[in-house]
């Protein structure tokens, strides 16, 4: 059950689909513990699983129903979940280049506001969440095959800074290191947005700040690679005019 009061709404899958996943199969667990169970109604005993981003109908048979609830996650993500516990993938897909997602008329080539970037990131934190490493990957492939704007790209920066933890570098780094090539050129198309980033999530500008002197001093030994021996030195010095 996702959502709360009058905003609720009922996905079904079977159980030996959700049992592959560490979170649901605790929560299995203790409803079996605790007796928690429902009996649908007629109504409900044939609710179909379908939503726009998958295309699966997982029909409720049982005349038992285990009902888990997940009151702070979206429909469309724990959706995309199940497409994926079913397929081995979630819409768009991958295509097999495994750099472009199958294209939709419905689906901007620019996604400008971010929408789609924030779509797979939260995939990703609700893989996280319940220990889909596999779901977690193919979430991260997406997100590096959309194409964004800077607003986008802030946008989905927040994100991940707001609901991933300092160790998660797996999709901070890429998020920092993009920045950290592009902010000279992406932070004027929205710098009011950009500062307000910067400010909000001060580990976002430290890392930021650190991706930008380690690609600095990556220049700096190139050049004393390739510099006369005559020229190198242990140390520069700092300037000592007043």
């Known amino acids: 059950m996702l959502g709360k009061d009058e905003e609720q709404t009922i996905l079904t899958a079977h159980q030996a689909v959700l049992e592959s996943s560490p979170f649901f199969a605790a929560k299995l667990a203790q409803c079996e513990q605790t007796g928690e169970v429902s009996v649908p109604s007629s109504r409900q005993q044939s609710f179909p699983f379908k939503t726009s981003c998958c295309g699966v109908n997982a029909m409720l048979t049982d005349l038992v129903q285990r009902r888990i609830h997940l009151e702070d996650e979206l ?3 724990v959706a995309c979940f199940l497409q994926f516990q ?4 979630y819409f768009p897909r991958l ?13 901007p080539k620019v996604d400008a506001s971010g929408e789609q970037l924030l779509k797979h990131a939260r995939i990703y934190s609700l893989a996280e969440k319940l220990g889909n490493e596999k779901l977690k990957l193919l979430a991260q492939n997406k997100i590096g095959s959309i194409e964004s704007s800077a607003t986008g790209e802030i946008e989905y920066a927040r994100y991940v800074y707001s609901h991933t933890t300092p160790e998660d570098t797996a999709i901070r780094g890429p998020v920092a290191r ?11 198309d929205a710098e009011e947005q950009f500062k307000a980033l910067c400010l909000e999530h001060p580990q976002f500008s430290f890392d930021l700040l650190n991706r930008v002197l380690d690609m600095k001093e990556k220049r700096a030994r190139e050049r004393d690679n390739t510099s006369s021996p005559a020229f190198k030195g242990p140390a520069r010095k700092r300037s000592r005019a007043f």
Do not use: C
Not at 86 to 89: A, C, L, R
Not at 95 to 107: C, H, R, V, Y
């Open 75 to 77: 429909t469309d993500t």
């Open 86 to 89: 079913y397929t081995g993938e």
């Open 95 to 107: 295509l097999p280049s495994g750099k472009d997602l199958e294209q939709d008329p419905a689906i």
């Open 178 to 188: 993009f920045w950290a090539k592009m902010s000279d050129v992406l932070r004027h």
